[in-house]
C-alpha cells in the first residue's frame, strides 16, 4: 500500500468524463496525455516524450468508442489500430521506464448479453470495439505478469452522474448517456424515445468510479475485477425514480429488436480485495445529474 498524497499518477485520455472527475476529486500529482491537450497527444504515436521514470501508476483510460463523434466514419480495421496500438505503445513505454504500475479501463460488456456476471463468466463481445478492449486486457496482462508489474484491469459498468452542478467544463454528464438526456430533455420540454423498455443496466455514480480507480492506485493487488454498483437497473425504473425527484416524465417507448439488453455484474470480488464501500445510490446519480443540467 502507497501514500497516495504523494504519487505522481500519469492520466491516458485525462481530460475525458473519467479523468475530468478523477482530477477534481484527488490531489495527486497528475501528468495529462490526451487529444485535446495543446499540442495533442496521439497515442498511436511516439508518446514516450510524456513518460518519466518517476511516474508511479498509468492509468489508461484513452480509447476510440462507437459514441465518439469521430467513430461515425470508422471501421473495424480503424478501432484496431487505435486502440490496439495505443495500448502497445503505452506497454513500450511501462518497460522502457520501468513503471511497474497500470490500471486499464476496461468495459462489462465483454460479458455480452446477461445479468450477474463475475470475472470468470465466459467472454461473448457483441462488436468489435468490444473486441478491442479484450486485446488490451490481454496485452496488458501478459506484459504485466512477465515484468512482475502491478496490473488492474476494470471491467466497469455504465458510468452515470455528475461532481456537482459547479462544474460544467468538460464531459462531467456524459451526452449520449440514457439517464443524462432523460433528464436533459425533460427540462428542456422535450420528449426521449426509448426503443426498449426491457433494457438492464448496472449505472455506477462517477464518484464511486474514481474511488474505485484511486483504490487500485494506492494498492499493489493485481488483477481482473468488475467494477459497478451490483444493481440491476430497468428502463422502468429509472424512469420511475426521474419522475419522483422532478415531479414528470416525457418518455415515449417504443418496441423494437435491441442489441444488448441485458449487462449486469457482480462487484463483490473488487469490493473484497480492496475494502472499499459505493456510496451513491440511483438517487444520489438522478439527484446529480438533474442538479447539472438545471445550473
Known amino acids: 500500500m502507497r501514500n497516495g498524497a504523494c504519487m505522481k499518477i500519469l492520466l491516458l485520455g485525462g481530460k475525458g468524463f473519467v479523468g475530468s472527475a478523477m482530477t477534481k476529486l484527488y490531489p495527486h500529482n497528475f501528468v495529462i496525455a490526451d487529444k485535446n491537450n495543446i499540442p495533442p497527444i496521439d497515442l498511436t504515436g511516439d508518446i514516450s516524450g510524456v513518460f ?3 511516474i508511479d501508476v498509468v492509468i489508461h483510460l484513452a480509447d476510440i468508442n462507437p459514441h465518439s463523434k469521430c467513430a461515425i466514419s470508422m471501421d473495424a480495421c ?4 487505435n486502440n490496439v496500438l495505443s495500448t502497445l505503445n503505452v506497454i513500450k513505454c511501462l518497460k522502457q521506464f520501468k513503471i511497474k504500475h497500470i490500471i486499464y479501463l476496461s468495459t462489462s460488456h465483454v460479458y455480452g448479453c446477461g445479468l450477474d456476471f463475475g470475472e470468470s463468466s465466459p467472454l461473448n463481445p457483441p462488436n468489435y470495439y468490444v473486441d478491442t478492449k479484450i486485446c488490451c486486457e490481454n496485452i496488458i496482462r501478459d506484459y504485466c505478469k512477465d515484468s512482475n508489474t502491478v496490473y488492474q484491469i476494470l471491467r466497469v459498468s455504465s458510468v452515470s452522474g455528475a461532481l456537482n452542478d459547479k462544474f460544467r467544463t468538460k464531459s462531467i454528464c456524459a ?3 440514457l439517464i443524462a438526456n432523460l433528464i436533459k430533455n425533460n427540462i428542456n420540454g422535450g420528449n426521449t424515445v426509448v426503443y426498449n423498455p426491457g433494457i438492464i443496466r448496472d449505472y455506477i455514480h462517477i464518484k464511486d468510479l474514481c474511488k474505485c480507480i484511486n483504490a487500485c492506485a494506492v494498492s499493489d493487488k493485481s488483477g ?4 459497478g454498483s451490483g ?3 430497468s428502463v422502468r ?3 420511475s425514480t426521474i419522475q419522483k425527484q422532478m415531479g414528470y416524465i416525457n418518455t415515449i417507448y417504443r418496441n423494437s429488436q435491441v442489441k444488448m439488453l441485458l449487462n449486469t455484474i457482480s462487484n463483490n470480488l473488487f469490493l473484497a480485495t480492496f475494502d472499499v ?3 451513491y445510490t440511483l438517487d444520489d446519480i438522478i439527484k446529480d445529474t438533474i442538479s ?4
Open 224 to 227: 481482473v475485477y468488475n467494477v
Open 292 to 295: 447539472f443540467y438545471q445550473k
Open 237 to 239: 425504473i429509472l424512469t
Open 277 to 279: 464501500s459505493l456510496d
Open 78 to 81: 480503424d478501432f484496431y489500430s
Open 231 to 233: 444493481v440491476a437497473t
Open 175 to 177: 451526452e449520449d448517456h
Open 52 to 54: 518519466t521514470r518517476d
